[in-house]
């Protein structure tokens, strides 16, 4: 059998090198990103409502956080000092609003 010259043996190296490539660069989706990038509208549209969503999902889990250590604190420890300031601070409120 004949060894095959320098220049077909960097031939398949390369011919390799660019399957790996094109599969790993399949595997990243990288047309879905590259077709993205040529509609700027879209971009800008996916961009807003990702935003969206991760201000939505922050508040959402921010205030069921809140809420679960406010009803955990309430039951474990008796609070009047915020019943207290939460009075006056109505009484506040409702003293500076126009009659």
Do not use: C, T
Not at 31 to 41: C, G, H, V
Not at 64 to 89: D, E, F, Q, T, W
């Amino acid at each position: 059998m004949a060894e095959q010259p320098e220049s077909e043996k960097q031939a398949a190296a390369a011919s390799d090198d660019i399957s790996r490539l094109a599969a790993f660069a399949e595997r990243l989706r990288i047309n879905d990103y590259l077709e993205l990038l040529q509609r700027p509208r879209r971009l800008v549209w996916v961009g807003f409502l990702s935003g969206l969503g991760r201000g939505a999902g922050a508040a959402i889990g921010g205030l069921i956080v809140i809420v679960l250590l406010g009803l955990l604190l309430s039951h474990v420890v008796n609070m009047p000092m915020v019943g207290k300031y939460l009075a006056r601070l109505v009484h506040e409120v409702n003293r500076h609003l126009p009659r």
